[in-house]
């Protein structure tokens, strides 16, 4: 609440005269920071008029527009040698010796009272040749965000490579007052880094380099049928000192016939392993596209090779369900088969087609005389896609509660086959 007194020229107030004011009052200016070339700035209060003017730390500004309680502006750039905070002044017509003064209302760069708060930086002994972040937050007095604001890096001492390639990088503080600058340790001897503003706040990091870490291909290689398109996960495995090297970024680069969704980097888990599914294929017959993965923005990188194999050369393998003996009453199980390339690895994109023929179940043929006919119940045709890891899955036919004989024979490329049996006995 503000409450006023109002006088005459003899020191009292007559009240049988009517009296008229207004009040000028300056409260607030956005932004808070300007660089030192100036910029606009927004002053709100009340009591705003259109014949107002604004001084900026002593200089006019241009007002560009006048509401009773806003008026928008562009600040002057700072004097020479001027930085940190200043006053802003709203002044109406020079009959009426009326002002309002907003004491360091806002600053060229850092202002007094601004200062950094810590949010990462390296610590301790880091890896040599990594890049890590080096990251801040500009805040006003009042603990807001300082956005704006000029954050110098300096390597105070030791050995490392800052961001911008110079032993002092500035970096402009964003909106919400975050900056941040990556530091790459060069050597084991220590090291340290300073950031600060140009009031003089600063914070420092202090840290060593020491032995990288290393990048290996868990998946590194993949057959894929010619022709054919397909997801592949693969993994790296991010290794400091043999142990899973958590919290490092890994990423990847496309190459022909192999594509990735989006190129943003995957951060290591706790087990050091970081995945990325790719888009491979279509791939010609021996053709070859090898994909890439590196570590921390360095050349330390691992390689994935995929591989277009000759669907017509390929061979069948068993896994599980080509032979089983069960009870009428038991569920047989799946067929499991394994697609393979003429080198014979595991062979994603094959195309396997099942026959199967469901005979009722018969007894064995007797000693002498001739064997029961069983006769031919359904018959099925059915084709499927091998995985990356070769593997294809068959239900096999059945008729619950009747006792049959399934008889199958599985094909893929041009030659290869694989015979199975199923006996479901009284």
Same mark, same amino acid.
């Given at each position: 609440?503000?409450?006023?007194?109002?006088?005459?020229?003899?020191?009292?107030?007559?009240?049988?005269?009517?009296?008229? /004011?207004?009040?000028?009052?300056?409260?607030?200016?956005?932004?808070?920071?300007?660089?030192?070339?100036?910029?606009?700035?927004?002053?709100? /209060?009340?009591?705003?008029?259109?014949?107002?003017?604004?001084?900026?730390?002593?200089?006019?500004?241009?007002?560009?527009?006048?509401?009773?309680?806003?008026?928008?502006?562009?600040?002057?750039?700072?004097?020479?040698?001027?930085?940190?905070?200043?006053?802003?002044?709203?002044?109406?017509? +020079?009959?009426?010796?009326?002002? /309002?003064?907003?004491?360091?209302?806002?600053?060229?760069?850092?202002?007094?009272?601004?200062?950094?708060?810590?949010?990462?930086?390296?610590? /301790?002994?880091?890896?040599?040749?990594?890049?890590?972040?080096?990251?801040?937050?500009?805040?006003?007095?009042?603990?807001?965000? %300082?956005?704006?604001?000029?954050?110098?890096?300096?390597?105070?001492?030791?050995?490392?490579?800052?961001?911008?390639?110079?032993?002092?990088?500035?970096?402009?503080?964003?909106?919400?007052?975050?900056?941040?600058?990556?530091?790459?340790?060069? &050597?084991?001897?220590?090291?340290?880094?300073?950031? &600060?503003?140009?009031?003089?706040?600063?914070?420092?990091?202090?840290?060593?380099?020491?032995?990288? +870490?290393?990048?290996? *291909?868990?998946?590194?290689?993949?057959?894929?049928?010619?022709?054919?398109?397909?997801?592949?996960?693969?993994?790296?495995?991010?290794?400091?000192?043999?142990?899973?090297?958590?919290?490092?970024?890994? %990423?990847?680069?496309?190459?022909?016939?192999?594509? #990735?969704?989006?190129?943003?980097?995957?951060?290591?888990?706790?087990?050091?392993?970081? $995945?990325?599914?790719?888009?491979?294929? +279509?791939?010609?017959?021996?053709?070859?596209?090898?994909?890439?993965?590196?570590?921390?923005?360095?050349?330390?990188?691992?390689?994935?090779? *995929?591989? @277009?194999?000759?669907?017509?050369?390929?061979?069948?393998?068993?896994?599980?369900?080509?032979?089983?003996?069960?009870?009428?009453?038991?569920?047989?199980?799946? #067929?499991?088969?394994?697609?393979?390339?003429?080198?014979?690895?595991?062979?994603?994109?094959?195309?396997?087609?099942?026959?199967? =023929?469901?005979?009722?179940?018969?007894?064995?043929?007797?000693?002498? @005389?001739?064997?029961?006919?069983?006769?031919?119940?359904?018959?099925?045709? &059915?084709? $499927?896609?091998?995985?990356?890891?070769?593997?294809?899955?068959? =239900? +096999?036919?059945?008729?619950?509660?009747?006792?049959?004989?399934?008889?199958?024979?599985?094909?893929?490329?041009?030659?290869?086959?694989?015979?199975?049996?199923?006996?479901?006995?009284?």
């Amino acid at each position: 609440m503000v409450r006023l007194g109002i006088a005459d020229l003899r020191g009292d107030g007559r009240p049988d005269y009517a009296y008229n /004011g207004w009040l000028l009052y300056a409260d607030t200016v956005l932004p808070s920071h300007l660089p030192a070339a100036g910029g606009p700035i927004v002053i709100r /209060g009340i009591g705003f008029r259109p014949s107002d003017t604004v001084l900026v730390g002593g200089q006019p500004a241009t007002v560009t527009s006048v509401s009773p309680t806003e008026i928008t502006a562009i600040a002057p750039a700072a004097a020479s040698g001027v930085t940190g905070s200043v006053d802003v002044e709203v002044d109406d017509l +020079p009959i009426f010796y009326a002002a /309002g003064i907003i004491s360091g209302g806002v600053s060229y760069d850092a202002g007094t009272g601004d200062s950094l708060s810590l949010l990462s930086a390296p610590s /301790g002994t880091v890896p040599l040749g990594v890049p890590l972040p080096f990251t801040v937050s500009a805040l006003t007095s009042s603990l807001a965000p %300082a956005g704006g604001v000029t954050v110098t890096y300096t390597l105070t001492s030791g050995s490392a490579m800052l961001g911008c390639g110079q032993s002092s990088c500035a970096v402009t503080a964003s909106g919400d007052g975050l900056a941040t600058l990556a530091v790459t340790p060069t &050597s084991t001897a220590p090291a340290v880094v300073t950031a &600060s503003l140009t009031n003089g706040a600063g914070l420092q990091a202090h840290f060593t380099g020491g032995t990288p +870490p290393v990048l290996s *291909a868990l998946t590194p290689t993949v057959s894929v049928a010619a022709g054919a398109t397909l997801t592949w996960t693969t993994q790296a495995l991010a290794l400091l000192n043999g142990a899973p090297a958590g919290g490092q970024s890994v %990423a990847w680069q496309p190459a022909a016939g192999i594509s #990735i969704q989006t190129s943003t980097p995957v951060v290591t888990g706790s087990n050091g392993v970081a $995945a990325k599914a790719l888009t491979v294929g +279509p791939l010609a017959e021996g053709q070859q596209s090898t994909a890439s993965a590196c570590l921390n923005a360095t050349t330390q990188c691992v390689q994935f090779t *995929a591989t @277009g194999a000759r669907p017509g050369y390929a061979w069948l393998e068993s896994i599980a369900g080509t032979a089983q003996t069960l009870s009428v009453s038991a569920s047989p199980g799946q #067929i499991v088969l394994r697609v393979r390339d003429m080198d014979g690895n595991p062979m994603g994109g094959g195309i396997v087609t099942l026959y199967q =023929a469901l005979y009722a179940w018969a007894p064995p043929c007797p000693p002498h @005389g001739r064997c029961a006919a069983a006769p031919l119940l359904a018959t099925q045709v &059915s084709t $499927a896609t091998s995985a990356l890891d070769g593997t294809v899955v068959f =239900a +096999p036919a059945s008729i619950p509660g009747v006792a049959t004989h399934l008889i199958g024979l599985a094909a893929t490329g041009n030659s290869s086959t694989l015979s199975l049996a199923i006996e479901q006995h009284p």
